[in-house]
């Protein structure tokens, strides 16, 4: 079964730094490009992040970018978010999203964890 | 960055009822566009891609057409356990960009 788990959110206060982490199982994870995807209290969902198969390429919103770093860890089918200077505004929930890989460069992403809940308040 | 905007925000149907739902690029984006439906407290969950394909396990009732900047999700015969809200994304152009959502509603 192909599933992503979230760990690492939290109550951090303003200016501090959390690490995401998203377990992948059930696909050959270096073989996909994976997100993060947030989605504040009652809003839509937001691009965050992405990262090639290899890791070697990375993206970031503008939102974020100076501030988030994504990696990978393919040996552990492990993807990650290290999120620095926090601000109320990155408050949400964060999810991991898996590309479905129809097409090379961007695509849907067709799996998605449960999410890890990010507050940032003090 | 490309926004999309979908229509309307928000509607109330009836169990049978056919359902269309709109979504607009502010640029072409040569079908490189998802539609997702979310529940309360779950994950969005991806129902068609390439504007048109069907996910696998994804009902037939749920389809999708469109070009250019103009797409729609229809669902055929609302059922129950559609009340939710649906939500398009492009992916044509970084960032991928999505819709502000539809909240599909029982009347």
Known sequence: EVQLVESGG????????????????????????????????????EWVSGITGSGRSTYYADYVKGRFTISRENSKNTLYLQMNSLRAEDTAVYYCAKESGYRSGWDAFDMWGQGTMVTVSS | DIQMTQSPSSLSASIGDRV????RASQAI????????QKPGKAPKLLLYAASRLEGGVPSRFSGSGSG?????????????????????????????????????IK
């Open chain 2, 20 to 23: 269309t739902i709109t979504c």
């Open chain 1, 10 to 45: 939290g109550l951090v206060q303003p200016g501090g730094s959390l690490r995401l982490s998203c377990a992948a199982s059930g696909f050959t994870f270096s073989s996909y490009d994976m997100n993060w995807v947030r989605q504040a209290p009652g809003k839509g969902p």
């Open chain 2, 30 to 37: 040569s079908n490189s566009l998802a539609w997702y439906q």
């Open chain 2, 69 to 105: 900047t103009d797409y729609t999700l229809t669902i055929s015969s609302l059922q129950p356990e559609d009340f939710a809200t649906y939500y398009c994304q492009q992916f044509s152009s970084p960032p991928p960009t999505f819709g502000q959502g539809t909240k599909v509603e």
